[in-house]
């Protein structure tokens, strides 16, 4: 039932949003759960006529732990397992996703892209959230990442709207976020 309860970041976005679609979401992953609760919630609403469009889903996982990234960019069905590196994204770091198969078949159905991130790049994001009042814990925050190196690489335009989610708190990890902040 997790991924059923997944299912409501997709309902609440969607009346948040007056119930309309985002152009784009951009999750992180380790398990991939939020891609596949996405895309089911989405094709759900696109069934019942309340969407016009499926929203392009983002995937980003940090670069020491990314196995879902690379069976995506390789157009693998399945994931290779992988031993992770230490990560501050540590939320994310599983290397060997239970649902891979299922996360890269709801990626490709909405159009997604994958994407992994440095360590410097999820710190960066981290930093730039909170200087505008975001208080994200870093494997949240990797989200940030990926959409800006995205966005730098040009394969996002930054038009239309874009959602990025941003599920866990700095307060959390707090030996982290003291980490990142240099303190």
Known sequence: MFIQGIKTQAYEIWEDLGHTAPDTIVLVAGSGSQVI???LAWHELERADAVDQVPRLVMVQPASAAPLVDAFAK?????EPVVPAATMAEGTAIGNPVRGREVLVALRRCNGLAVATSEDAIAAATR???GRGLWAEPTSANAYAGY???RDAGQLDGTGTT???LTGSGHKCAARMVEVFGG
């Open 148 to 150: 800006r190196a995205l």
């Open 163 to 165: 959602v990025l989610v």
């Open 75 to 79: 157009g693998a069905d399945d994931v």
């Open 128 to 130: 730039t959230l909170a």
């Open 37 to 39: 609760g996405h895309d």
